[in-house]
């Protein structure tokens, strides 16, 4: 198997010419931070990857037991800070940019992402609680979080309830002053692993009538234990997936756990979007990291293996194969452009001046960087012939862990419709203007550009205005994300 290596230099670039005009972005600490960060994961986290696969999580007693190794560089992890990269000095965290957190998030993926995924909620639960929680509830939770003491989970998905959350029926009772949780919930991400001390539960519940659909649920902060002993919490069953063997996805039972209100009762899905958002941009770069990584093992076998002969007669390799280097070519722009496009979405939303925008990016990078992430292992595959199909090459499990990331945390095809509905709606059309803008800031100037950029404009337009957009809608997101995709190649030519 191909050794990970970091692309850092990559990264970086992308940074420099995306990113490099995000208020309070320091290039050379970030750059500091993010090569320290790549020998973590080089030496520690990725020798975990493929033993991890193999190994899987299992159930005993009602815990879940992480594969061998997990817990020691979990410890590490926490050891180092990384769990509290972007949160405030004041509850014990670095309060760095989140476009350095992404260059650590995208390593971490490529790195294992199966242990990225029970460790990456944690950002998203310190927004949550710093937007919508008390100071007592912040004071309680965050130090713990930023520490590593705690982990977080994000407690959504039930059995009758996918993508439509009005059907919800986990149910939160009114007890005393706090609340009483019953019911169940599935695929729930590192719903309980030996690593952490605690676990802290974000948990949407009902807390209305089931009539009441979405204006009746309500986000709940439940921990593992309440005062030393543990809230009756129980993983039913650990999930058999295709890919992430090493994350447990859990079935887990609310029989009663208690639970304090975040925010404002009704509220929930509001509260619990702070968290979404955040983690759809870290599931677009989870995309990235594979569709990198996969070009990494195929461009390093291409070299390697001999196969046929050029039209000299002499032995060939693989990258001298013209359908070969085809494929690598296509992996590589792959990864370059959807990073670019994160990185676009990332610094905008530093900036923080044209919310319209970003909540436009975000579902359009999460559709493009996790169809690419996909596409690149496929192709890696096909480039390794037999061998890509099997294990012991690597791009297998980077094809198996890629494949959920255009199905959890928003299928692509709902995006695509949010993107057709309320995203050409947001602000009145504002993010048709902006989105237009900034395609015509990043390609600088190109003609070809400006008239597709026109007629996108004119078919936004056009669709905002239409009842019924849901037959076109995955059409014209793979039109909105090709725009976005020819303007970043172009600043990516110019350098």
């Known amino acids: 198997m191909t050794p990970f290596q970091a692309p850092t230099e990559e990264i970086l670039r992308s940074l420099r010419l995306f990113a490099g005009d995000a208020p309070g972005w320091d290039a050379e600490l970030s750059q500091e931070i993010t090569q320290h960060f790549a020998a973590f994961a080089e030496g520690v986290l990725a020798p975990l990857n493929e033993p991890g696969d193999r190994q899987g999580c299992r159930l005993e007693n009602g815990r879940v037991r992480m594969p061998e190794g997990f817990g020691a560089a979990y410890a590490e992890l926490a050891e180092g800070g990384w769990q509290g990269l972007t949160a405030p000095e004041d509850f014990g965290g670095q309060a760095l940019d989140h476009l350095t957190a992404a260059a650590v998030s995208e390593i971490f993926s490529g790195a294992n992402h199966a242990l990225q995924m029970v460790t990456g909620l944690v950002p998203g639960a310190i927004s949550t609680l710093l937007a919508h929680?008390?100071?007592?509830?912040?004071?309680?939770?965050?130090?713990?979080?930023?520490?590593?003491?705690?982990?977080?989970?994000?407690?959504?998905?039930?059995?009758?309830?996918?993508?439509?959350?009005?059907?919800?029926?986990c149910k939160a009772t009114r007890d005393g002053d706090a609340w009483k949780i019953e019911g169940q919930k599935i695929f729930i991400s590192g719903g309980d692993q030996d690593m952490s001390q605690g676990i802290l539960h974000l948990v949407l519940a009902r807390s209305g009538t089931p009539e009441d659909g979405v204006k009746g649920l309500s986000l709940f902060l439940c921990t593992s234990e309440v005062e030393g002993v543990r809230n009756p919490i129980t993983v039913?069953?650990?999930?058999?997936?295709?890919?992430?063997?090493?994350?447990?996805?859990?079935?887990?039972?609310?029989?009663?756990?208690?639970?304090?209100?975040?925010?404002?009762?009704?509220?929930?899905?509001?509260?619990?979007?702070?968290?979404?958002?955040?983690?759809?941009?870290?599931?677009?770069?989870?995309?990235?990291?594979?569709?990198?990584?996969?070009?990494?093992?195929?461009?390093?076998?291409?070299?390697?293996?001999?196969?046929g002969r050029t039209p000299e007669g002499t032995p060939a390799l693989l990258t001298d194969h013209p359908d070969v280097t085809r494929m690598l070519d296509e992996q590589r722009d792959l990864a370059r452009t959807a990073r670019a496009m994160c990185h676009v979405a990332l610094c905008e939303l530093e900036k923080g001046e044209a919310p319209a925008l970003i909540e436009f990016l975000t579902p359009l990078c999460k559709i493009y960087a996790t169809d690419a992430g996909i596409r690149s292992a496929d192709l890696g595959i096909q480039i390794l012939g037999g061998y890509g199909y099997l294990e012991e090459y690597g791009v297998a499990q980077v094809w198996r862990d890629a494949r959920i990331t255009s199905i959890y945390e928003g299928a692509n095809g709902i995006h695509a419709l949010t993107l057709a509905t309320r995203g050409l709606k947001l602000e009145d059309g504002a993010a048709i203007g902006q989105f237009a803008a900034l395609v015509t800031r990043l390609g600088g100037g190109d003609a070809e550009l400006e008239l597709r950029c026109e007629a996108w404009q004119g078919h936004a337009r056009t669709l905002a205005e239409t009842p019924d957009v849901r037959a076109e809608a995955h059409g014209f997101a793979q039109e909105t994300a090709a725009l976005l995709a020819q303007a970043v190649r172009l600043r990516l030519a110019a350098g």
């Open 133 to 169: 929680g008390t100071q007592e509830q912040q004071a309680a939770c965050i130090p713990r979080l930023t520490s590593g003491e705690w982990l977080s989970t994000m407690c959504l998905t039930e059995a009758g309830a996918g993508s439509d959350l009005s059907r919800i029926r």
């Open 236 to 307: 039913t069953r650990i999930e058999e997936k295709l890919g992430l063997h090493a994350s447990p996805t859990c079935q887990m039972e609310f029989d009663g756990a208690t639970a304090e209100l975040i925010g404002t009762e009704g509220r929930g899905l509001a509260a619990m979007f702070t968290m979404m958002n955040h983690a759809r941009l870290d599931v677009a770069l989870q995309g990235v990291a594979h569709a990198s990584r996969a070009h990494a093992i195929a461009a390093a076998y291409a070299a390697e293996r001999k196969q």
